[in-house]
Nanobody
């Protein structure tokens, strides 16, 4: 059974940073693309970043160099480092794995102005 457990969300001020973590179990991590999506109230879920075991990460257009995704295959964990956060980054952030097209439960990120 696949489990994706996110952590690291919270309330920050604009300009501050957060690092989200997603611990994966029940998947073949090295064979799975991993990613982060987000969903704000009243909006569709959108891609934040995704990464495969090799190759360059892909980011949503709004990221503009502020976020970095990276994976630790030794610990089956994917991270999202978010810098220069803006109020419009406020959303629930979901971890995703291409393996069985799995989702985590989501972690709330709130950025105050």
């Amino acid at each position: 059974q696949v489990h994706l457990v996110e952590s690291g969300g919270g309330l920050v001020h604009a300009g501050e940073s957060l690092r989200l973590s997603c611990a994966a179990s029940g998947i073949i991590f090295i064979d799975s693309a991993m990613g982060w999506f987000r969903q704000a109230p009243g909006k569709q879920r959108e891609l934040v970043a995704r990464i495969v075991d090799t190759g360059r990460p892909i980011y949503g257009d709004f990221v503009k160099g502020r976020f970095s995704i990276y994976r630790d295959s030794a610990n089956n964990t994917v991270y999202l480092q978010m810098n220069s956060l803006k109020p419009e980054d406020t959303a629930v952030y979901y971890c995703w794995a291409s393996y069985a097209y799995s989702w985590g439960q989501g972690t709330q990120v709130t950025v105050s102005s």
